[in-house]
């Protein structure tokens, strides 16, 4: 790798352990504290639990009427945390509001899409423009950090909760004007961007502009004005989350901040939301079902973590996950043994210096009573989830050395918002179905079943100037949309001497989603040496084929029609009337490579492809040995000492030769084996 290993400090100042813990809900126990609250303690400890998540949802609790606190509750159950050496991820009570809100101030309820005005209830129902919710969301906030600035247990400061959603309020349509107003220096520039002579769609006048409806201008017209919006609810998110954070942020500059994120969510981009984050924390819930189908659940969650790991490049926190069943999902499967401490320790592999759950203790209503805790409603610590939790708890008390290290990467895989929301919009190839973050999990996996760590970046870090310097390849599937520097900053990489793989539906449209003319991959065809001409989409029982170096490979879904300009063909399709035309091709340049797979296919083909692609590439594996199917590794490093993870995703057991001797791991069994760093 190419930058220096990194020895970052933990997340909570002075809190050296990994931090093990949930959301904890008190203000739901209040009648019978004597009794509960004092259980909980008793129980937390048992389990090996350092941290709760306190406050979340708590609104009602904390400010029954407008400017009456009640911060009675919340001291007492304060100090029983600091009582017991439990560190506070406190939590500001804005994911949900109290009714006395909604009906004194009916600006605070969100619009919709379709222009109808929520009621009361949920959670995220509210408006990010209104003065009022800011001015309530201010004061609250404000009163929480003044009164805990000094209490031994603040730890952490966790904003709202899952933010998502969006409004379509006037308020919120007067602000999406103005943003476009500095994003475009002109209307005239701004009708050419979205290319509005297109169905008579040209702006006269700013005023003239709304959001997207399926009553009005949508995805089915212009799709700039849907990319626009998007880009503002982000920048709206970015901007509530700043406000939130003021008065945190003045009154208790030395605690980290976070929100909560969701993988790959697509109403807000990440990378850049996360700018705005101290500590990145993510909520991760993999579909688990016992069954062999969890080595693809295993790849895909372990992408998730890759990727939240990769927004700010350090530690993160896995701010919830379920110790068992999952109550949202149609079918609420309980983890197998062995489930529970894969899944924990797979974050941690991944770069998690926290497992959190939701939730420590069953509320006794409301839909989330039935999702899986660390306290069932039996109360007690006999349940099997509990020793699961305690088996956790005990095994991460013995990997305080891992706290703040590295997870060193060689590859970079690319998954980008923008490029994701202007392909889902675009009419054409496989509508509804081009299935953008399966092919980049796809690639991605290919690294993962050779132990091959992995960072998962956008457009904005490869435009970063320098950035792509610690890599040694770098895999964009489907780089349809080229933002601004991005093929500037690919094409250079390559010359350098970096190894890039591109695949069919690149280069097609710029930041404003206007095709490029002049042949596709537009900026990138000198790069790839190659120009599409044309691409195939096919009917799912249609099949094509890749013939390379004496095999045969399945071609699925979009065939791209190329031609090889500077590029070497290395294989190519095997029938309909492209028969013998080139579907994998190499171009070399300065002194690097670029390769270019032009279908959609299977796990076989990206798997010898990729054998092939870190063998020549020298790209570092966790592990120098042959991993069984269904089994990774992953390293973390303080730059001394290696952690490397060994995680199986087998419902049967399997073992690794480490090359120090041969580690045997359990159905959905973990080792963590520790080297010296060569
Ligand atoms: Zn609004």
Not at 97 to 109: D, I, K, T
Not at 288 to 307: E, N, P, Y
Not at 529 to 544: M, S, T
Request: glycine share 10%.
């Amino acid at each position: 790798m190419n930058r220096p290993i990194v020895r970052h400090a933990p997340i909570v100042p002075g809190v050296p352990h990994l931090l093990h813990g949930g959301d904890y809900n008190p203000d739901q126990w209040r009648a019978s504290k004597e009794t509960t609250w004092k259980e909980d303690m008793r129980l937390a400890r048992l389990a090996g639990i350092n941290t709760l998540s306190v406050g979340i949802f708590a609104w009602a609790a904390l400010e029954p009427e407008e400017g009456r606190y009640e911060f009675g509750w919340l001291d007492e159950i304060l100090d029983l945390m600091a009582e017991n050496d439990l560190t506070a991820v406190l939590a500001t009570p804005t994911g949900a509001r109290p009714g006395w809100m909604s009906r004194a101030y009916p600006e605070v309820l969100r619009v919709n899409r379709d222009r109808t005005k929520n009621r009361h209830g949920g959670r995220h129902n509210h408006c990010l423009t209104s003065p009022v919710y800011r001015e309530k969301t201010t004061a609250v906030n404000t009163a929480l950090a003044e009164r805990y600035q000094d209490h031994p247990a603040l730890g952490v400061w966790h904003l709202s909760n899952e933010y998502g959603g969006e409004c379509h309020c006037d308020l919120c349509q007067e602000r999406f004007r103005a943003y476009l107003q500095t994003r475009f220096s002109s209307l005239d520039e701004l009708n050419e961007s979205w290319w509005t002579a297109f169905w008579a769609k040209t702006y006269g006048d700013w005023s003239h502009i709304e959001s997207p409806s399926e009553h009005g201008h949508g995805e089915q017209d212009i799709h700039g004005l849907q990319l626009e919006w998007m880009r503002f609810t982000t920048e709206q998110f970015v901007d509530f989350y700043e406000h939130e954070t003021a008065p945190l942020k003045a009154i208790t500059p030395d605690v980290p901040r976070t929100t909560n994120l969701m993988g790959t969510y697509p109403g807000i981009d990440y990378y850049r939301l996360a700018q705005a984050l101290d500590v990145v924390s993510w909520d991760s819930y993999p579909e688990w079902t016992g069954t062999g189908k969890d080595v693809a659940k295993g790849a895909r969650a372990s992408f998730l973590h890759d990727l939240t790991r990769s927004l700010k490049g350090k530690p993160f926190m896995l701010m919830e996950s379920s110790p068992s069943a999952t109550n949202w999902r149609p079918v609420a499967k309980l983890h197998r043994p062995g489930v529970h401490l894969l899944q924990s320790l797979q974050a941690v592999a991944h770069g998690s210096d926290t497992v959190q759950y939701f939730q420590f203790r069953k509320g006794r209503g409301g839909s989330e009573k039935f999702h899986g805790a660390v306290v069932d409603h039996e109360g007690t610590e006999r349940t099997r989830v509990f020793q699961d939790v305690a088996e956790v708890g005990a095994r991460l008390a013995e990997l305080d050395g891992v706290v703040g290290t590295d997870t060193p990467a060689d590859v970079a895989v690319v998954y980008d918002w923008h490029l994701r929301w202007a392909l889902e919009d675009q009419k054409g190839m496989l509508q509804g179905r081009t299935d953008y973050e399966g092919a980049v999990v796809a690639h991605y996996r290919a690294f993962w079943e050779q132990g091959v760590p992995t960072d998962v970046i956008d457009s904005s870090l490869i435009a970063r100037p320098g950035y792509l310097d610690r890599y040694k390849v770098l895999v964009a599937p489907m780089l349809y949309m080229l933002r601004p520097g991005v093929a500037e900053a690919i094409d250079a990489f390559v010359r350098r001497g970096g190894t890039f793989v591109a695949t069919y539906a690149t280069g097609y449209v710029d930041e404003h989603d206007r095709t490029f003319l002049g042949g596709f991959p537009g900026p990138l065809r000198e790069t790839l040496g190659i120009w599409a001409e044309e691409i195939d989409a096919l009917y799912p029982e249609d099949r094509n084929s890749i013939e390379w170096d004496g095999a045969s490979y399945e071609a699925v879904e979009l065939c791209e029609l190329i031609h090889a300009e500077t590029a070497e063909t290395l294989g190519a399709y095997g029938s309909d009337f492209y028969a013998g035309r080139p579907a994998l091709t190499v171009n070399r340049r300065g002194e690097g490579r670029a390769y270019f797979v032009a279908a959609r296919t299977g796990d076989d083909f990206l798997a010898e492809f990729y054998g092939r692609v870190v063998a020549e590439s020298g790209a570092e594996r966790a592990l120098d040995a042959d991993l069984p199917a269904g089994v990774t590794a992953q390293v973390r490093t303080d730059g001394t000492t290696d952690f490397v993870f060994l995680l199986n995703f087998n419902p049967a057991a399997a073992s690794v030769e480490t090359g120090g001797g041969t580690v045997e791991l359990a159905p959905f069994g973990t080792a963590v084996v520790e080297r010296a760093r060569a």
